[in-house]
């Protein structure tokens, strides 16, 4: 399925077989893709990988108000910061 596609977004991957079926996909070596900081990612397009800076919606001006903060995503209140119990 990944091969009929126009783009390919990658992030995250630390798993040795993982990276190095999708490196010889992209025609990379897998290193750059277990290498990528927490902040990056490699964008596909056309065939071309890219190696980009993941847009952080919860904290980019261009995305306030644009979203529903999530409990995954929520930002800790006062009450988590000391210590309580969220509650």
């Known amino acids: 399925m990944v091969g009929s596609c126009g783009a390919v977004q990658l992030f995250g991957i630390q798993d040795y077989s993982a ?5 010889a996909l ?6 750059d893709v277990r ?5 990056e990612q490699i964008v596909c397009r056309d065939g071309v990988p890219h ?4 847009l ?8 306030a ?4 903060e999530g409990a995954f995503h929520a930002r800790p209140t006062k009450a988590w910061a ?3 119990s969220p509650g």
């Open 82 to 84: 000391s210590g309580a």
């Open 26 to 31: 992209l025609g990379i070596e897998s290193e």
């Open 35 to 39: 290498s990528l900081a927490s902040d």
């Open 65 to 68: 108000g644009r979203f529903d």
């Open 51 to 54: 190696r980009l800076g993941k």
């Open 56 to 63: 952080d919606y919860l904290a980019d001006p261009l995305f």
């Open 19 to 23: 990276s190095c079926e999708v490196a």
